[in-house]
Nanobody, 114 residues
Framework: QVRLVESGGGSFQSGGSLSLLCAAT????????ITWYRQAPGKQREMVAE??????TTFADCVKGRFVISTQKKNAYTMQMNNLSPEDTAVYYC?????????WGQGTRVTVSS
């Protein structure tokens, strides 16, 4: 069974940086893609960033230039979040797609104070 686990959330200051980790276990295959979503209080979930197995990445306009996805090891990726703002406050979820199935993590909360 494939499992996705996020870590690295917490409370941070505006202008600071943090790194979230998304790690998948239970698969010998490389994930087809990983996608980060976030859901801010009272708002709908939105896509933040995506990395395909080939290495290409896509970022939402609101984080472009501030967020970077890096590979730590097979099926483990970090999302470096720079120049944080209170608008980045949300629960961040990563999903891994493998053979047509999306697997979701439990989410990690990020709070950015001004």
């Amino acid at each position: 069974q494939v499992r996705l686990v996020e870590s690295g959330g917490g409370s941070f200051q505006s202008g600071g940086s943090l790194s979230l980790l998304c790690a998948a276990t239970g698969s010998r295959l490389l994930l087809d893609s990983i996608t980060w979503y976030r859901q801010a209080p009272g708002k709908q979930r939105e896509m933040v960033a995506e990395r395909l197995a080939g290495g290409s990445t896509t970022f939402a306009d609101c984080v472009k230039g501030r967020f970077v996805i890096s590979t730590q090891k097979k099926n483990a990726y970090t999302m470096q979040m720079n120049n944080l703002s209170p608008e980045d406050t949300a629960v961040y979820y990563c999903t891994g797609r493998l053979l047509g199935t999306n697997y979701w993590g439990q989410g990690t909360r990020v709070t950015v104070s001004s």
